[in-house]
């Protein structure tokens, strides 16, 4: 019996053994798909590259420039870590020699070693070079770094999503960066609240504009989003500009519009932090009316109160949010740029404004060079 139990034990232990390192080789190759494990493969890859391309140019050098060497130069600078990227340069440089060694300094035609290739091919890995040095300090991993931009990008867009509005109820909401980039300053973050009967939607424009504010953009949709749902209406604003002040940016101030909708009723609540009114339209009346709250920009100064305004949503009714790219350029007034959007926005009526929201904005202020943003809440 005691055999046999040391017999369990033994291969319990082995067991063990090779789950920790199933695991070690799983992370292992986690890491390598991700870009955080060692580059030794294209390192590896490359460097047998080189020699291919000295071969060929010795002996088709029709076909094959010494130039050629480029090549994987410029791949290495695209993949490699800086000390990794120093040894194929050593590679590359003892190609060079041994071409010019080989084919001697009278051949004539592509197959000639001239200074001009040496000076193009090492101009060409000091860019790399630098790429690398870059790459390093800013941590981006040596493969598939630029998926880390692309996943910034969608966490964004997926953050600035509207939820779903029970039937009566459309909402529609466009957002476009200045000069076509990927990244805003202006954001929205929304949620139903109180059992969903009330929806919360905040529209910010962060100071900047395009990539210059898309780092804090994105700082503050993840904290604004945590906020919104977990604070009841009032208290959003304030404990969002505290949280603006804390972070103590050179250039942190955001202006910013709280809506509180209750989707039973169609009551509302508006609260302004700086940031431009609401315009409502009145199916009774069918004219535009400002719905403007009081309130300073988040990130000034400390204990700022937010007074809210009320309004009603009547069936027929619509209610606009925009920021100031929308309606306020240079070139002209803000009044004017409201008027203009109003007016085009009418065109919308009888088509209840289904995919307006995208139209306003080209129609409006398409080449503007400032972020834009436009929300639209309709009552069927």
Not at 22 to 31: E, H, K, N, P, T
Not at 66 to 95: I, N
Request: charged content about 20%; some cysteine.
């Amino acid at each position: 019996m005691a055999r046999v139990a040391g017999a369990e034990t033994l291969t319990a232990r082995v067991r063990k053994q090779l789950h920790r390192a199933r695991i070690g080789l799983r992370r292992a190759g986690v890491d390598y798909f991700r870009g955080d494990g060692s580059d030794w493969i294209a390192l590896a890859a490359l460097l047998l590259t080189v020699p291919a391309i000295a071969t060929a140019t010795i002996t088709v050098p029709d076909w094959c420039p010494p130039a050629a060497l480029v090549l994987p130069v410029v791949v290495g600078g695209l993949l490699l870590r800086p000390s990794s990227l120093l040894l194929l340069y050593a590679g590359a440089a003892a190609a060079l020699i041994t071409e010019a060694a080989i084919l001697g300094p009278y051949s004539q035609g592509p197959s000639r070693v001239t200074p001009g290739t040496v000076l193009v091919v090492g101009a060409v890995g000091l860019v790399g070079l630098v790429i690398a040095q870059f790459r390093s300090r800013v941590g981006v991993p040596w493969r598939r770094g630029g998926t880390m931009l692309f996943d910034l990008r969608e966490r964004i867009r997926v953050q600035s999503k509207l939820p779903k509005l029970p039937k009566g109820w459309h909402r529609e909401m466009a957002l476009r960066p200045a000069g076509g980039q990927s990244f805003s300053g202006d954001f929205v973050v929304a949620g139903r609240t109180n059992g969903g009967r009330t929806l919360e939607v905040v529209l910010t424009d962060v100071s900047g504009k395009g990539m210059d504010a898309a780092s804090r953009a994105l700082l503050l949709s993840g904290a604004f989003g945590g906020l919104l749902g977990s604070l009841p209406p009032h208290a959003f604003l304030p404990a969002a500009n505290a949280y603006l002040l804390r972070q103590d940016w050179d250039e942190g101030f955001a202006t910013s519009i709280h809506l509180v909708l209750d989707l039973d009723s169609g009551d509302y609540e508006l609260l302004s932090a700086g940031h431009l009114p609401a315009l409502q339209l009145s199916a009774g009346t069918g004219r535009w009316e400002e719905q403007g709250a009081e309130g300073p920009l988040l990130g000034v100064y400390d204990g700022a109160q937010f007074d809210p305004i009320k309004g009603t949503l009547r069936p027929g009714d619509v209610l606009m949010l925009f920021t100031d790219g929308l309606v306020e350029s240079a070139e002209r007034e803000l009044t004017e740029g409201i008027d203009r959007l109003t007016g085009e926005a009418d065109r919308y009526v009888a088509s209840g404004f289904h995919g307006a929201a995208w139209h306003l904005i080209e129609a409006v202020a398409k080449d503007v060079n400032d972020d834009r943003a436009l929300l639209l809440i309709c009552r069927d």
